[in-house]
């Protein structure tokens, strides 16, 4: 696709399951980001992959929290028994190799909206 | 590690006027890149406008415009000719070289007829 695709774009699910959100980058971009916000509030670092290099994870709020990005490309971002305090919008942004003329510039998702009851 | 900070958590504007958003940044890094980005109520992160570090001159793209010192680690947009559609929360964001990303706490701004 043109853009950072994610899904679902809604997801409501009970306190205690497991929800999996999907990024589907820009063809071609190397990096991707997860970020989490909140109503009103700005956004939050997940966790930052880069080509094949080892990701950064220091922005996981807890061990509930993983994300994979198979092949390079598709990220999973997987929450484990969910709280309440887990619903919020999670952006998944991807950003083209450095060197190019539209490098290091994020495109973001439209986002995936997580509500926990 | 970087910061971005954004003093001004909301700001208003009469329509048809001029407005400027704040930002400053810390960093050790030489060469790195900063943005401003819109987010309506729709959520969807827009890219306004993009700095390289290492230009001098100020980026624009039709009403938005940078003020970028360098030295003073600070990275104003300014709107001229504000317009309705502009109401939005306004992100500030660094990008190193190292790909890692900073965003600041962002500012609601509002345009008022």
């Known amino acids: 696709g043109a853009g950072v695709s994610q899904s679902p774009s809604n997801k409501v699910t009970e306190k205690g399951k497991d929800v999996e959100l999907r990024c589907d980058p820009i063809s071609g971009h190397t990096a991707l980001y997860w970020y989490r916000q909140s109503l009103g509030q700005g956004l939050e670092f997940l966790i930052y992959?880069?080509?094949?290099?080892?990701?950064?994870k220091s922005g996981l709020p807890s061990d509930r929290f993983s994300a994979e990005r198979t092949g390079g490309s598709v990220s999973t971002l997987t929450i484990q028994r969910t709280q309440q305090e887990d619903s919020a919008v999670y952006l998944c942004a991807s950003s083209p190799p450095t060197g190019l003329p539209s490098g290091n510039t994020i495109y973001f998702g439209e986002g995936s909206w997580l509500t926990v009851v | 590690a970087q910061t971005v900070t954004q003093s001004q958590p909301e700001m208003s504007v009469q329509e048809a006027e001029t407005v400027t958003l704040s930002c400053t940044y810390d960093?050790?890094?030489?060469?790195?890149?900063l943005f401003w980005y819109k987010q309506p109520p729709s959520r969807q992160m827009i890219l306004v406008i993009r700095?390289?570090?290492?230009?001098?001159q100020n980026a624009t793209e039709n009403r938005f415009s940078v003020n970028f010192q360098k030295a003073a680690k600070s990275f104003s947009l300014k709107i001229s000719d504000s317009q309705l559609g502009d109401t939005a929360m306004y992100f500030c964001?660094?990008?190193?070289?190292?790909?890692?990303?900073?965003f600041g706490d962002g500012t609601t701004l509002t345009v008022k007829p």
């Open positions: 960093t050790s890094e030489s060469n790195y890149y």
């Open positions: 700095q390289e570090a290492y230009k001098q």
């Open positions: 964001a660094f990008l190193g070289n190292a790909g890692k990303s900073t």
């Open positions: 992959f880069q080509g094949n290099s080892a990701p950064d």
